[in-house]
């Protein structure tokens, strides 16, 4: 990277706005600034990554990424996206934010770029499969790995997902092996998420391509009774509705 860029992405780092509308107002070439040697993220990627919301929102403001057509961005997916960066992984600055649960800069990026919404990365999965993990990794990413029970916990975020459900967000999409994001949330106990997740909409009798339901994922005894609890009043739910008139 050339002095410039190094100097934007510290600026960014810093959260130091002014600098970067300086920086920008005088290097106005280098507002995209992908990072070839981590995975091209952009300058709203990483601003997205670590909740830099004013910075997002001046990045957004400069131009960086929008609703135009794109074909000759080097890290834009092989040119189909509609203005949109994408990283090596073939995530967006909206996947980042969601995986590391910083609901302000997902709500920004939500509302300026709705059709990233339901847009997966090169895994499938969306930024709700991510948000409902509240980090990055998914614990079930691979068919091989499907029929060992995952044994980690991580904290509870709902705000990233109501955000994300409320600007039309899949509750019900799959990534590549077949997971939704209750097979996400389940595995990370997330109990929170997957109880907005089945309030949603989001089926918890679907199975990913090893065949299991979510609730397989179930991380504690606890958590797995929980689940079927769920399970019982979205059934229950199902049959009022079935039973109602004109259903």
Not at 71 to 90: A, F
Request: aromatic share 6%; proline share 5%.
């Amino acid at each position: 990277m050339s002095r410039v860029d190094l100097s934007i992405r510290q600026a960014i780092l810093l959260n130091d706005v002014a600098l970067v509308r300086r920086l920008l107002k005088h290097h106005p070439e280098h507002l995209h600034n992908p990072d070839f040697a981590d995975k091209s993220n952009t300058s709203l990627h990483l601003a997205a990554q670590h909740g830099l919301t004013e910075i997002a929102e001046l990045l957004v403001s400069l131009g960086h990424d929008s609703t135009r057509e794109v074909t000759d961005w080097i890290y834009s997916n092989q040119g189909d996206n509609l203005g949109i960066s994408v990283n090596t992984d073939g995530r967006t600055p909206l996947h980042l934010a969601a995986a590391s649960s910083q609901s302000p800069v997902v709500e920004l990026l939500c509302k300026h770029f709705p059709q990233t919404v339901n847009r997966p990365d090169y895994q499938g999965q969306t930024p709700l499969h991510l948000a409902s993990c509240s980090q990055g990794a998914a614990i079930v990413p691979s068919y091989a790995d499907q029929n060992s029970r995952p044994t980690t916990r991580t904290g509870e975020d709902n705000n990233t997902i109501d955000i994300l459900i409320a600007y039309g967000a899949d509750v019900n999409a799959r990534d590549d092996q077949g997971n939704t994001c209750l097979h996400n949330a389940t595995a990370w106990g997330n109990l929170k998420a997957v109880r907005a997740l089945m309030q949603a909409g989001a089926d918890p009798l679907r199975k990913n391509k090893a065949g299991w339901t979510p609730e397989y994922y179930s991380i504690t005894v606890q958590a797995e009774v929980y689940y079927r609890n769920l399970v019982a009043e979205w059934e229950k739910r199902k049959a009022s509705k079935a039973g109602a008139p004109g259903a």
